[in-house]
């Protein structure tokens, strides 16, 4: 009896700690635009919690959980270690400090994720926190905008590219890519038009040919990934009418005179058109920045040596920084994932990180609730997601949970007839 009265506070900690830590998951990718060094805090405060959830709590600890969080350090130790020993950082650009840094963040982002994985995550509430956070970052984005544009004073948004476009507190409008996709996906499952409207006023107000591009891919993929093959033959059959008749708008559409309507829509559209043709045409036709930067990126990464492994953990943040600073007016970031890794880790690493998305994505399927989370930010992590934001840290999440096979760990209250001694990790019996 004392010992079931004396598991009942463990319990209401257990959960508020949970809690805590998924907030502090999620926070960054909504905070990113507005509060300054928000992963270091994130990370700082998964290690508190880790810390009293190892040492202090008195739950039992899963084994398995505590060889998982030892097996990330240890693997992200010694990728370190390797490229200290073998493959000094780059000396024509930026302070070896800056890299060292630069490592240990990369280190400790993904250390934060696998705790979060293994110790803390609880599906429902990954997906209660996520919508609380992705919607009310929405409202406050349509808001903003809305109040932006029937006012002329800018708040909370972009003034470049044809008008005023939806930011928030997220960093940039292409940022709503995963976070618009993500809504419109559960509030169809939560069959909520309230949410739906909102997602579509999203869309107009971002502007952002990425966020179109990610909602075009991710939804049909969501579908015929997770439903029924009842379901999918028919949207087979629209996809075979609706991506020939888009590839055929694309080759035909004129994207001057789509940038030049003056509609901020038909602005995103020629955008998102000329973006194409210029990859189509390598450069040629259009304009694109992010394929600009992507080559610049690749032919820096060859040049210089970086094709096969990489510059070590996080190398392109400061590289690019040292050599492209923002003042040049020449500024050049890695806009997508595999892009930051190639710099990083090289081919090998590109083709790893491939195996192991495609693995991840494949098992999501039988999930369609943490699909519809985390799919999308495998999605944009092909186009729009560097190294150095909240995002990447989705994808790691999505890897761990489905990848690895590394399900939610829920460890069990102390049972009746055992405590833990604090400090000692020692069990004894009453």
Known sequence: MTVALMSRPAERTGSRMQVTATWLFVLPLFTDGVV???????????????????????????????????????????????????KPWPSDAGSTRSYDTRAL??????????????LFFGEELFEQVIWRCATLALWIGVASCAASRLTGYPLLVNPADGGLRMVGTLSEPSGWAPVLTLVLLLAVRRRSWLYLALVLAGLVLADSPTCMLIMAVTVPLYYAMTSSWRYRIPLLVILAI?????????????????LDSGNPAKIAVGRLVSGIQNVETDGDEGTNSRFQSTTVVIAAAREHGLMHFGAGPAADVTWLSAMYPPSSGSEVDANALWVAI??????????????????????????PR?????????????????????????????????????????????????????????????
């Open 36 to 86: 300054k060094d928000v992963v270091k805090a994130e990370i700082a405060g998964l290690a508190v919690l880790a810390f009293v959830r190892i040492v202090i709590s008195d739950r039992v600890l899963p084994q398995r959980a505590v060889e998982r969080i030892f097996m990330t350090v240890g693997v992200l130790a010694l990728i370190g270690i390797a490229y200290l020993a073998f």
């Open 342 to 367: 190639l710099f990083d880790f090289g081919e090998v690493g590109v083709a790893m990180l491939g195996a192991m998305m495609i693995v991840a994505v494949w098992r999501m399927r039988r999930n």
């Open 370 to 430: 943490m699909a519809a989370i985390l799919l999308p930010f495998s999605i944009e992590a092909l186009v729009n997601s560097s190294g150095a934001g909240p995002e990447p840290a989705f994808v790691a999440l999505g890897i761990m949970l489905f990848a690895f096979r590394w399900a939610p760990t829920v460890a069990p209250f102390h049972a009746e007839g055992q405590v833990r001694r604090h400090g000692a990790g020692l069990f004894q019996e009453l």
């Open 105 to 118: 963040i990369y280190g400790g982002t993904y250390v934060a994720v696998a705790v979060f994985a293994v």
């Open 242 to 258: 609706i991506i020939p008749a888009a590839v055929f708008f694309v080759q035909r559409a004129d994207a001057a005179a789509w």
